[in-house]
């Protein structure tokens, strides 16, 4: 699990990096992304113990759930700019304040509605064991992910 913790720390940095210092570039970004996807399939790939016939059902699953996860994750590095120019520029209002809580909580229901709508489409594929082990996969990565974004991210002032 340790593997997992490197990943998800990677994975802030490409959120947390860019925001508070802005000095990260589109190309490195670009790397950067593709290593941490390649390397949380390795993650999964290792605590799956999928069968071959699992697998070949699986993975384009997997695939298709890391497309929409990316645009919860593009929403989230959104928010987390959003946050770091409105403190950089210590310019927090309550209005602020709410449109950027109001759109945390918008993600949080996103990601919860996106995990039921793909539990049918794993058990399509996959016994319900497996299902809820891939699902604690992801959750256990998205919260090492979501600890580090919060112990990087400075509360509101």
Do not use: C, H
């Not at 770091?84 to 709410?98: E, I, P």
Request: aromatic fraction near 8%.
């Amino acid at each position: 699990m340790k593997f997992v913790k490197y990943l998800s720390v990677v994975i802030v940095l490409g959120f947390v990096v860019p925001a508070f210092a802005q000095q990260a570039t589109t190309t490195n970004m670009d790397i950067l992304m593709q290593k941490i996807k390649a390397d949380k399939k390795l993650v999964v790939a290792a605590n799956m113990d999928l069968t071959d016939a699992e697998g070949k059902g699986f993975w384009p699953v997997y695939d298709a759930y890391q497309v929409d996860l990316q645009s919860l994750n593009q929403r989230i590095g959104k928010l987390v700019v959003q946050y770091a120019d409105l403190y950089n520029k210590k310019a927090m209002t309550d209005a602020a304040a709410k449109n950027l809580l109001d759109e945390a909580l918008a993600i949080e229901q996103a990601e919860a509605s996106l995990k039921q709508a793909y539990v049918p489409k794993l058990s399509a594929v996959l016994p319900m064991t497996k299902v809820a082990r891939y699902i604690q996969i992801e959750n256990k990565i998205r919260a090492l992910v979501k600890y580090e974004l919060a112990d990087g991210i400075p509360l509101v002032p």
